[in-house]
Protein backbone atom coordinates (compact mmCIF):
# COMPACT_ATOMS: atom_id res chain seq x y z
CA UNK A 1 0.00 0.00 0.00
CA UNK A 2 1.15 3.58 -0.50
CA UNK A 3 2.30 5.77 2.23
CA UNK A 4 -0.98 7.97 2.24
CA UNK A 5 -3.36 5.99 0.71
CA UNK A 6 -6.15 4.78 3.31
CA UNK A 7 -8.08 1.49 2.72
CA UNK A 8 -11.79 1.81 3.66
CA UNK A 9 -13.05 -1.21 5.55
CA UNK A 10 -16.11 -3.42 4.92
CA UNK A 11 -18.53 -2.52 6.89
CA UNK A 12 -19.64 -4.78 9.69
CA UNK A 13 -22.91 -5.19 11.12
CA UNK A 14 -24.63 -7.12 13.76
CA UNK A 15 -28.62 -7.44 13.72
CA UNK A 16 -30.82 -9.12 15.80
CA UNK A 17 -33.65 -10.71 14.30
CA UNK A 18 -36.63 -11.02 16.51
CA UNK A 19 -40.47 -12.48 16.10
CA UNK A 20 -43.81 -13.14 17.47
CA UNK A 21 -42.85 -11.29 20.76
CA UNK A 22 -46.70 -11.34 21.30
CA UNK A 23 -46.61 -8.26 23.65
CA UNK A 24 -43.70 -10.00 25.92
CA UNK A 25 -40.30 -8.77 25.86
CA UNK A 26 -37.95 -11.64 27.96
CA UNK A 27 -35.00 -10.45 29.35
CA UNK A 28 -32.49 -12.65 27.71
CA UNK A 29 -33.67 -11.45 24.60
CA UNK A 30 -33.01 -7.77 25.19
CA UNK A 31 -29.63 -9.14 26.50
CA UNK A 32 -28.95 -10.78 23.28
CA UNK A 33 -29.98 -7.53 21.71
CA UNK A 34 -27.46 -5.09 23.47
CA UNK A 35 -24.39 -4.44 21.25
CA UNK A 36 -26.43 -4.63 18.00
CA UNK A 37 -25.98 -2.06 15.22
CA UNK A 38 -29.64 -2.74 13.84
CA UNK A 39 -32.61 -4.50 15.62
CA UNK A 40 -35.18 -6.15 13.44
CA UNK A 41 -38.40 -7.71 14.32
CA UNK A 42 -40.73 -9.52 11.99
CA UNK A 43 -44.08 -8.99 13.17
CA UNK A 44 -47.25 -9.85 15.80
CA UNK A 45 -44.48 -7.93 18.22
CA UNK A 46 -47.86 -6.90 20.48
CA UNK A 47 -47.34 -3.84 22.45
CA UNK A 48 -45.69 -0.24 21.54
CA UNK A 49 -43.84 -0.85 24.81
CA UNK A 50 -41.94 -3.20 22.75
CA UNK A 51 -40.92 -1.04 19.89
CA UNK A 52 -39.87 1.36 22.36
CA UNK A 53 -37.70 -0.49 24.08
CA UNK A 54 -35.81 -2.35 20.86
CA UNK A 55 -35.72 1.15 19.46
CA UNK A 56 -34.12 2.48 22.92
CA UNK A 57 -31.23 -0.39 22.38
CA UNK A 58 -30.58 0.67 18.49
CA UNK A 59 -32.19 1.48 15.38
CA UNK A 60 -35.56 -0.78 14.65
CA UNK A 61 -37.15 -2.03 11.92
CA UNK A 62 -40.22 -3.71 12.01
CA UNK A 63 -43.12 -4.88 10.50
CA UNK A 64 -46.73 -5.45 11.21
CA UNK A 65 -47.95 -8.75 11.72
CA UNK A 66 -51.37 -10.25 11.30
CA UNK A 67 -52.16 -9.65 15.23
CA UNK A 68 -50.77 -5.89 15.14
CA UNK A 69 -54.32 -4.86 14.53
CA UNK A 70 -54.31 -2.09 17.88
CA UNK A 71 -54.26 1.87 16.28
CA UNK A 72 -50.62 2.16 17.43
CA UNK A 73 -49.24 -0.83 14.62
CA UNK A 74 -51.02 1.13 11.92
CA UNK A 75 -47.85 3.00 11.37
CA UNK A 76 -45.63 -0.14 10.83
CA UNK A 77 -45.45 -1.08 7.57
CA UNK A 78 -45.80 -4.48 5.95
CA UNK A 79 -42.81 -5.01 4.34
CA UNK A 80 -39.74 -3.23 4.86
CA UNK A 81 -35.90 -2.95 3.36
CA UNK A 82 -33.01 -2.31 5.88
CA UNK A 83 -29.64 -1.27 3.45
CA UNK A 84 -26.43 -2.91 5.57
CA UNK A 85 -23.64 -1.88 3.11
CA UNK A 86 -23.46 -3.62 -0.06
CA UNK A 87 -26.56 -6.24 1.59
CA UNK A 88 -29.56 -5.27 1.68
CA UNK A 89 -32.40 -7.18 3.74
CA UNK A 90 -36.21 -7.45 3.06
CA UNK A 91 -38.58 -8.13 6.41
CA UNK A 92 -42.41 -8.93 6.43
CA UNK A 93 -44.26 -11.56 8.55
CA UNK A 94 -45.53 -14.15 6.74
CA UNK A 95 -43.98 -15.41 4.00
CA UNK A 96 -46.97 -16.18 2.46
CA UNK A 97 -47.38 -12.32 2.40
CA UNK A 98 -44.24 -11.83 -0.17
CA UNK A 99 -46.92 -12.96 -3.60
CA UNK A 100 -48.68 -9.43 -2.63
CA UNK A 101 -44.96 -7.48 -3.23
CA UNK A 102 -42.51 -7.43 -5.27
CA UNK A 103 -39.01 -8.26 -3.89
CA UNK A 104 -36.78 -5.31 -4.74
CA UNK A 105 -33.66 -6.40 -7.16
CA UNK A 106 -30.92 -6.96 -4.93
CA UNK A 107 -32.11 -8.14 -1.66
CA UNK A 108 -30.11 -10.84 -0.50
CA UNK A 109 -31.74 -11.49 3.03
CA UNK A 110 -35.55 -12.06 3.45
CA UNK A 111 -36.24 -12.21 7.12
CA UNK A 112 -39.85 -13.06 8.03
CA UNK A 113 -41.55 -14.50 11.42
CA UNK A 114 -45.63 -15.65 11.89
CA UNK A 115 -44.77 -19.79 11.97
CA UNK A 116 -42.95 -19.31 15.19
CA UNK A 117 -41.04 -22.07 13.99
CA UNK A 118 -36.82 -21.36 13.25
CA UNK A 119 -35.81 -21.74 10.11
CA UNK A 120 -32.53 -20.79 7.99
CA UNK A 121 -32.02 -21.75 4.47
CA UNK A 122 -31.32 -20.45 0.81
CA UNK A 123 -33.83 -20.25 -1.90
CA UNK A 124 -31.66 -19.27 -4.55
CA UNK A 125 -29.37 -16.16 -4.33
CA UNK A 126 -32.00 -15.27 -1.05
CA UNK A 127 -31.01 -16.12 2.06
CA UNK A 128 -34.23 -16.63 4.49
CA UNK A 129 -34.47 -16.16 8.04
CA UNK A 130 -37.22 -17.19 10.55
CA UNK A 131 -35.83 -15.94 13.74
CA UNK A 132 -38.61 -18.23 15.34
CA UNK A 133 -40.68 -16.55 18.45
CA UNK A 134 -39.15 -15.05 21.50
CA UNK A 135 -42.63 -14.32 22.63
CA UNK A 136 -45.37 -16.58 24.83
CA UNK A 137 -44.62 -20.66 24.09
CA UNK A 138 -46.98 -21.86 21.45
CA UNK A 139 -47.26 -25.88 21.91
CA UNK A 140 -43.77 -27.09 21.53
CA UNK A 141 -42.30 -24.91 19.56
CA UNK A 142 -38.77 -23.43 20.67
CA UNK A 143 -38.79 -19.92 22.02
CA UNK A 144 -35.55 -18.48 19.63
CA UNK A 145 -34.60 -15.44 18.08
CA UNK A 146 -30.93 -14.97 16.19
CA UNK A 147 -28.25 -12.91 15.32
CA UNK A 148 -27.31 -11.62 11.41
CA UNK A 149 -23.80 -11.01 11.24
CA UNK A 150 -23.22 -9.03 8.01
CA UNK A 151 -19.31 -9.05 7.07
CA UNK A 152 -17.61 -8.07 3.35
CA UNK A 153 -21.50 -8.25 1.72
CA UNK A 154 -21.59 -11.70 3.43
CA UNK A 155 -24.22 -13.12 5.63
CA UNK A 156 -24.28 -15.79 8.35
CA UNK A 157 -27.05 -16.36 10.90
CA UNK A 158 -26.45 -17.32 14.40
CA UNK A 159 -29.55 -18.60 15.53
CA UNK A 160 -30.07 -18.14 19.53
CA UNK A 161 -32.29 -20.01 21.66
CA UNK A 162 -33.95 -18.37 24.56
Not at 70 to 78: D, I, M, S, T
Not at 118 to 138: C, D, F, K, M, Q
Request: net charge positive; aromatic share 2%.
Amino acid sequence: MSAGVATAAAPRFRVGLISDTHGLLRPKALSQLRGCDHIVHAGDIGSPAIVDALAAIAPLVAVRGNNDTAPWAAALPELAYLPLGELLLCVLHDLADLRRHVLRPGARVLVCGHSHVPRVHHEGSVLHVNPGSAGPRRFKLPIAMAHLQVEVGEAKVTPLPL
